[in-house]
């Protein structure tokens, strides 16, 4: 449960760009592997849809496999711990302390960074600015600037390439 959890959290983060708060709140409704479609609620809760790419597919297939095996009644959220209930913010610390130690320096190792990521991953494959503003739920592309970076979030890009295949 625990590796299959942490697999489809990362990649979610790394593949959609979501916010932290984005990924805790999830419900069980909001993410729709069939029509590869993650129904988002960000700041004010304002709704985007984040396209679910092909490499995020296996992750989601298999956390939704331990999901029906593991619990009686589906969870409210989408992702869970071990009681069915919402995920917290110590949890996912711990999970990315957890998984990226000894690759990424510890005051990297927050969800944030592939939010990042994902933006400068967009860039790198010749997204449109404002077409990556809009995919992150930015109002304004200058926002969005900020995100491009080619220092540690291609840390991340990196790593989670080489360990996530």
């Not at 297939?61 to 409210?76: C, D, G, K, S, V």
């Not at 989408?78 to 711990?94: A, I, M, P, Q, S």
């Not at 957890?98 to 944030?112: S, W």
Request: charged share 20%; net charge positive; proline share 4%.
């Amino acid at each position: 449960l625990d590796d299959v959890r942490a697999a489809a959290i990362i990649m979610t983060f790394f593949c959609t760009g979501i916010r932290r708060s984005e990924l805790t709140n999830l419900s069980a409704f909001d993410v729709d592997v069939s029509s590869r479609v993650v129904h988002v609620f960000g700041k004010g809760r304002k709704e985007r849809i984040a396209p679910i790419p092909d490499k995020l597919v296996p992750y989601l297939l298999r956390w939704q496999t331990m999901i029906e095996i593991n619990f009686a009644h589906r969870p409210l959220t989408y992702f869970c711990n071990d009681l069915g209930e919402r995920l917290n913010e110590t949890f996912l610390w711990r999970l990315f302390h957890e998984v990226f130690a000894g690759f990424v320096e510890r005051k990297l190792q927050h969800p944030h960074v592939l939010r990042h990521s994902y933006a400068t991953t967009l860039m790198q494959a010749g997204v449109p600015i404002v077409d990556i503003a809009r995919l992150l739920g930015h109002s304004s592309v200058a926002t969005t600037m900020r995100y491009l970076s080619l220092s540690p979030s291609s840390q991340y890009s990196a790593t989670i390439n080489a360990v996530f295949q």
